[in-house]
C-alpha cells in the first residue's frame, strides 16, 4: 500500500445529490460514495509442517505451504482502514491440518495421496500407522508437528492499482459463515489522511421491490478489472443472517440467479447500495442460482461486537463537497474540489474520473457555474433595501408601544390624595400654628402604654408681658401694642 504525506484537512459538507433517473429508478451516480471504499480481500493460510520420520533413519521433513481459504470482497468503514466481509470469506471449517499431512507423506514418502481435506489410507501398514499419527497432532506420539497462520491481503479501490495491498488480521469473526467479520490493518495503511470509508444507512427499506445497487471486484483491482456495478431488487420478507431475498419486480431478470454468479466470481460480501441516498444497506451472502443479503443491523453489530465503530474522515468530507457541485453541474467548482482530494489522496478512481468530466465540460452550456459567474452584477438585490426595513419596522414597534403606554397611563386613576386639615390662622399678623395632639401622635392601641408627647420649642405659645396678647414665633414687637418682645 502506498504511503501519503499529504495532510488531511476537514471540509464539512452535507451532500445534496440531484441526479438523473435510469432505468429501474436507479439515479445516476447513487453508488459514488461507496465505490472508493470497495476492497477487494484474499485470505490464505501458510501452514509450516514438520515430518518425523521414523519409517527408516529418524528425519525432520520440513514443508512450508499456502492454501487457499476465500475470496471476496469488503468495504471500509474507517479512515484508520478498518474493513467489513463475510466471515467464510476469511476462514474455513475445513482440516488445513489434514491437508498438510497429505502433501508431506505424497511428497517425501512417494505415496498416491491426494492433496485434499480428507483423511486417508495407503496400503503399507506401516506407512499408514505413521500417517494416522500425523493426523493426530494431540497424540504425545504424532509424527507431525504443525504451525497454521492466516494470511489476508486488503487490496484497495486505487489507480494505478496497487498490487502488493496491506495485510491485516481478524478483530471478531461472526457466528455463522455468512455473519460479518472485522478486520483491521497489520500496519499503517491510511497514508496521512486515512481511506475512504463507506456509509452505513439507518436501516434496510421496508418496500419490496426497492432499487438497490451491489459494486464489488471480480479479480483483483487492476486498469481492466474496475468496481463491477450491477442493480437488484429487494424481495419479499426476510431479515437477521438468513438473508433478504432479491427479486425483479418486473420479472425480467431472475435476479438470485444473476447475483449468485456474481458472488461465486469473486463478489461475496459485496456491499448493497440503497437508493435513497447512496449508503449501504447491507452485503451480499449465497452463491450458485441464489443470492441474498443480511442487513446493515448486522454489519453494526459485528463493528460494535468487535468495538470498532464506522466513521467517516476528512477525504470524504472533501470528496462529497466535490460530489455536491459536480452532481447540481457546477463544473467550474467541482474541477478544483476532485483536485483537491486528489492532492489527499492520490489514485482515488472516481475523483480522477470526475475530474475530467468536470475539465472537460467547464464554461460550457451545461455548466452552472458559468451561469453563476457570468450573471451581471446590477441583477443583485441589494442588501440596504433589507436594512431600511428593518430599521422602519423597529422604529413603528417602539413608537407604538410608547403610544399604547400613554394611552394605559392616561386611562388609569390617580391615587388618592389624603388632605390634612390646616389649623384655623390666629389673629394676630403672624399667626401661631397649633399641632393638635391627635395629628402630632397617632392613637396608640390601650394595650400598649401611650407615649408622652414632647414639645419643641416651636410648639411653645408666647404672650406679650405688656397686655397678654398671643405672640408669634417669628414676632419682635406685640402686634397689639407694640411691646418689644423681650428675648
Not at 330 to 347: E, K, M, S
Request: aromatic content about 4%; glycine content about 10%.
Amino acid at each position: 500500500m502506498r504511503r501519503l504525506t499529504v495532510p488531511a484537512m476537514a471540509v464539512a459538507v452535507v451532500l445534496v445529490s440531484a441526479p438523473l433517473a435510469m432505468a429501474h429508478e436507479h439515479p445516476s451516480g447513487i453508488t459514488d460514495l461507496v465505490t472508493p471504499a470497495v476492497v477487494r480481500v484474499e485470505a490464505t493460510a501458510k501452514i509450516d509442517i514438520t515430518l518425523l520420520d521414523h519409517v527408516g533413519e529418524l528425519l525432520h521433513v520440513e514443508r512450508t505451504y499456502e492454501v487457499p481459504i476465500g475470496t471476496g470482497t469488503g468495504i471500509v468503514v474507517n479512515p484508520e482502514g478498518g474493513v467489513v466481509t463475510l466471515t467464510r470469506v476469511v476462514s474455513t471449517d475445513k482440516d488445513l491440518a489434514v491437508y498438510a499431512a497429505n502433501r508431506v507423506f505424497a511428497e517425501h514418502h512417494k505415496a498416491k495421496i491426494p492433496a485434499d481435506f480428507a483423511r486417508h489410507e495407503v496400503s503399507d501398514d506401516t506407512l499408514n500407522h505413521h500417517l494416522e499419527l500425523c493426523y493426530d497432532l494431540k497424540s504425545k506420539m504424532s509424527t507431525c508437528i504443525i504451525d497454521i497462520k492466516p494470511d489476508i491481503t486488503i487490496f484497495p479501490n486505487i489507480t494505478p492499482a496497487d498490487g502488493r495491498g496491506f495485510k491485516a488480521e481478524v478483530v471478531k469473526l461472526g457466528d455463522k459463515p455468512d455473519s460479518p467479520v472485522v478486520l483491521k490493518p497489520t500496519s499503517r495503511a491510511d497514508g496521512g489522511v486515512g481511506l475512504p470509508t463507506a456509509p452505513l444507512a439507518d436501516k434496510v427499506p421496508d418496500k419490496p421491490g426497492s432499487p438497490t445497487s451491489v459494486a464489488g471486484f471480480l479479480a483483483r483491482p487492476a486498469a481492466d478489472k474496475p468496481v463491477k456495478l450491477d442493480i437488484a431488487h429487494l424481495g419479499q420478507g426476510g431479515a437477521g443472517e438468513g438473508g433478504r431475498p432479491f427479486a425483479d419486480p418486473e420479472k425480467k431478470v431472475d435476479e438470485p440467479a444473476k447475483l449468485g454468479k456474481l458472488i461465486d466470481q469473486g463478489m461475496l460480501g459485496a456491499p448493497v447500495i440503497g437508493d435513497k441516498d447512496g449508503h449501504v444497506i447491507g452485503l451480499l451472502i449465497g452463491g450458485g442460482k441464489d443470492a441474498k443479503m443480511i442487513g446493515v443491523r448486522e454489519i453494526t453489530s459485528a463493528l460494535t461486537a468487535a468495538k470498532t465503530p464506522p466513521r467517516r474522515g476528512p477525504l470524504d468530507a472533501a470528496f462529497e463537497a466535490a460530489l455536491t457541485r459536480f452532481h447540481t453541474k457546477n463544473y467550474t467548482d467541482a474541477g478544483p474540489a476532485f483536485q483537491r482530494v486528489l492532492d489527499l489522496y492520490p489514485g482515488q478512481p472516481v475523483a480522477a474520473a470526475h475530474l475530467k468530466e468536470s475539465l472537460a465540460k467547464k464554461g460550457s452550456a451545461a455548466d452552472t457555474g458559468v451561469r453563476k459567474a457570468a450573471q451581471p452584477r446590477g441583477t443583485t438585490i441589494p442588501l440596504w433595501p433589507f436594512i431600511v426595513a428593518a430599521a422602519v419596522v423597529l422604529v413603528i414597534a417602539l413608537g407604538g408601544g410608547f403610544l399604547l403606554w400613554r394611552r394605559r397611563a392616561a386611562t388609569e386613576e390617580p391615587p388618592p390624595r389624603i388632605e390634612i386639615p390646616s389649623p384655623p390662622p390666629d389673629d394676630g399678623a403672624n399667626p401661631t400654628v397649633m399641632v393638635r395632639r391627635s395629628q402630632a401622635f397617632p392613637v396608640v392601641p390601650p394595650h400598649q402604654p401611650q407615649p408622652q408627647p414632647v414639645l419643641t420649642a416651636q410648639q411653645q405659645v408666647k404672650f406679650c408681658t405688656a397686655c397678654g396678647m398671643k405672640l408669634g414665633p417669628a414676632h419682635r414687637f406685640c402686634g397689639y401694642c407694640g411691646h418689644p418682645i423681650e428675648t
